[in-house]
């Protein structure tokens, strides 16, 4: 879930992402295997919380894949995160909700449009406008302290 807030990307880029493509010397991530997809993958900026739990997995490493379990690379992620939304409490929440949130909090952070869209691999940064920009409350900050 750290990984997932903090490079804002698909469950399913996480769980094909191996080790060779984590650079800890340039603190950047390589998302994508090099080919073309259809939907974009970015190189993003190691944040600290991302090197930490980077860092821990590591050294503990036993295999090429970054996400793993007894030594075999996760297919899914769904029953694990499901079961631990219900001890969390929380419904109707998916990996997909992390990529939601991270583009949001960016957002509210004052990143424009286009560096959100760069940073999740969009091509189009309309698809960003149109899918994030609208999740956060702050976005509208400046209409509604004008209507004051």
Known sequence: MTLALATGARA????????DRVDFEKGRIQLSKGEERRKGRATVRM???????LTEA?????????????????????????????RAKLKNVTPHVLR?????????????????????GHTDPRLTYRVYARYSTDYQKRITDALE
């Open 47 to 53: 944040s600290q919380r991302a090197r930490t739990a």
């Open 12 to 19: 399913s880029a996480l769980l094909e992402l191996t080790w």
């Open 100 to 120: 939601h949130t991270a583009a949001v909090w960016a957002i509210e952070a004052g990143a424009s449009i286009d560096e959100v869209a760069q940073f999740l």
């Open 58 to 86: 590591h050294e503990a490493r036993t295999i090429e894949h970054v996400i793993e379990y007894g030594g075999m690379p996760l297919r899914s992620i769904k029953r694990s995160f499901r079961e631990a939304c219900a």
